[in-house]
């Protein structure tokens, strides 16, 4: 499976598709990312599973019977024929602090519906530690600069016990990453600025890098920046399910 620094480089390809589509609306910039994640758990689970995902097998996302309603998972993991455990991807670009809560209450309600149908499930969040932010048209507006402050609901959540509430997600991964920049606080004046820069030094070795910008205040639930400890601790809890 990969490790953190090929993680990070699956992370950049994520980047390169988002700036070259030029919309963050487009699933184009997950297929990567979601086709990479699924063939590390086919890896890690064995043939006794399937793995549904854009980006691998059909190219096509699974669904799962939730408790009130079915929902299509970014990935869906199937043991004899039943969908088992799903895994939701999010990879935010842009205009963190215009949707954070819708971000987290979307979170927290499709987990309560899956998880409360006997269904484990669980949370990669990706996100720059400097997010720009585009007034309607695409203009610059400000930078939204990710604290522990704006991590605070993770960081509770983290505390929360899976076993006691179905809202929390088994596992969750949140990857916080530092983008080079053209200089210390340089604001480009829109998003085609900020694509045309980035696509010029997207094969630059020093690109990205995973943030220390906060401190590792979490508790069991959630992971900071190490995919390769919480891929197989999320296999071994589904394979625990399955026996």
Do not use: W
Request: proline share 3%; net charge neutral.
């Amino acid at each position: 499976m990969l490790n953190n620094s090929q993680f990070l480089e699956v992370i950049r390809n994520s980047f390169e598709t988002y700036l070259s589509v030029g919309t963050s609306r487009s699933t184009a910039k997950l297929k990567t990312l979601h086709g990479h994640i699924a063939n590390d758990l086919h890896e890690l689970l064995g043939k006794d599973f399937t793995i549904q995902s854009q980006g691998y097998g059909n190219d096509k996302e699974g669904s799962i019977n939730g408790r009130y309603y079915p929902k299509n998972v970014d990935i869906t993991i199937n043991y004899k024929g039943k969908a088992v455990a799903g895994y939701a991807v999010k990879f935010v670009m842009r205009n963190y602090s215009q949707n954070s809560n819708n971000y987290f209450e979307n979170m927290l309600g499709e987990t309560a519906n899956l998880r409360a149908n006997a269904v484990p499930y669980f949370q990669i969040f990706i996100i720059f530690d400097k997010v720009p932010y585009y007034k309607n048209g695409g203009a610059f507006s400000k930078y939204d600069v990710i604290t522990e402050h704006n991590l605070d609901k993770y960081i509770n959540l983290s505390s929360d016990n899976p076993d006691m509430f179905f809202h929390t997600p088994d596992k969750t991964l949140v990857v916080l990453v530092k983008l080079k920049e053209k200089r210390p606080d340089y604001q480009f004046r829109d998003d085609k600025e900020y694509a045309d820069y980035y696509l010029s030094v997207i094969n630059d070795s020093d690109l990205m890098t995973y943030s220390n910008k906060i401190a590792d205040n979490f508790g069991n639930a959630v992971i900071l920046n190490d995919y390769e400890s919480f891929l197989p601790k999320t296999c071994y809890l589904i394979k625990g399910k399955t026996k």
